[in-house]
């Protein structure tokens, strides 16, 4: 793809989308997350080969929210393999909210809805529960390749007040006999998950290796197995964008996947990893500026894989 082309449509696609930046609201549900300026917006783009383009509130950091599950996909596939997973997760969109019980019949119905990220924290290995974590941390800043991604303790704070559903969720599953372990153990560390505190640019490196087959972008070291990052950008294209996904796939038309505190992350395979972030939500809690622009960019540069 030409740079300059992708970096000038980029800028007019921003500036085609100002008047979306006052609509829509931020969450509430979870009080920290209103603690932000509404009107903040980043974008970052990292191209397979590198080259990078950053535009706004690029080095403000927000919570990760639900674009944590992917991490969370990807390490419970390492560490248990695809047919263990996939024996305890579904792999279909659902048509209800990210934290209806009705995600859950004899197993959660995807691995981005609530249910069925709590059963991939489940999976994650460790001695306990604070190896577990660390390994998630780790994993996270050598995707994005910054050590300097954080823990927001303030957003896990409020939203382990507020997490009754999930802790419904973490029975359900629970009784169903997808895990046998303690809530401190699983819930807690699904909450923590989603707190740590990325920038966009974090999310574009970790998306551009995804887009780059797994492999580091400067060593070429094979970072996530190829196997599964084409699992992965699967969920994310038919699941990613919570019960909306099917509609933005055939307006946007590549792998995504949002979180309620603003962020989206984008993977166009072979070309390039993108994360918008913009705090005020749809009526089903994507980012709305977010979505605006992704739709832009796609419909511009022909990014759609059916295009």
């Known amino acids: 793809m030409d740079f300059k082309l992708l970096n000038e449509t980029v800028e007019r696609v921003i500036e085609s989308t100002e008047e ?24 970052a783009i990292v191209t397979v080969d590198g080259k990078t383009i950053l535009k706004g509130d690029t ?67 460790g001695r306990d529960k604070e190896e577990k974590f660390q390994r998630f941390m780790d994993r996270i800043k ?3 390749g910054d050590q300097g991604v954080t823990f927001l303790e303030k957003v896990y704070n409020s939203e382990m007040e507020t997490t009754d559903t999930n802790r419904a969720l973490f029975y359900i599953l629970r009784s169903k ?6 809530m401190d153990d699983v ?21 551009a290796v995804l887009a780059n087959g797994g492999k580091c972008l400067e060593t070429g070291d094979q970072l996530v197995e190829e196997d599964y990052v084409k699992i992965t950008l699967a969920q994310m294209f038919t699941s990613g964008m919570y019960e909306e996904s099917g509609k933005y796939q055939m307006t946007i038309g590549f792998p995504l996947k ?50």
């Not at 006999?177 to 303690?182: A, K």
């Not at 560390?189 to 740590?196: D, E, K, L, M």
């Open 20 to 43: 979306f930046k006052t609509e829509g609201n931020v969450a509430t549900y979870i009080p920290e997350l209103a603690n932000v300026d509404e009107n903040n917006f980043g974008l």
């Open 59 to 125: 080095e403000l950091r927000f919570s990760m929210q639900s674009i944590s599950k992917v991490i969370s996909l990807i390490m419970a596939l390492e560490d248990n393999g695809t047919d263990y997973v996939f024996e305890r997760i579904g792999c279909e969109c659902s048509p209800y909210a990210f934290n209806h019980v009705n995600t859950i019949t004899t197993k959660a119905a995807n691995p981005f809805v609530n249910a069925g990220a709590i059963s991939t924290t489940a999976m994650i290995k």
């Open 142 to 144: 050598k995707l994005s």
């Open 177 to 182: 006999g997808i895990f046998d372990l303690e």
């Open 187 to 207: 819930l807690n560390r699904y909450v923590a998950g989603c707190s740590v505190g990325v920038n966009v640019v974090n999310l574009a490196k970790i998306a």
């Open 258 to 307: 949002s979180g309620v505190s603003g962020g989206i992350m984008g993977v166009v395979p072979g070309k390039f990893g993108i994360c918008t972030y913009s705090p005020r939500l749809d009526a089903t809690g994507n980012s709305l500026r977010g979505i605006k622009v992704l739709e832009g960019l796609s419909k511009e540069l022909g990014l759609s894989l059916f295009a």
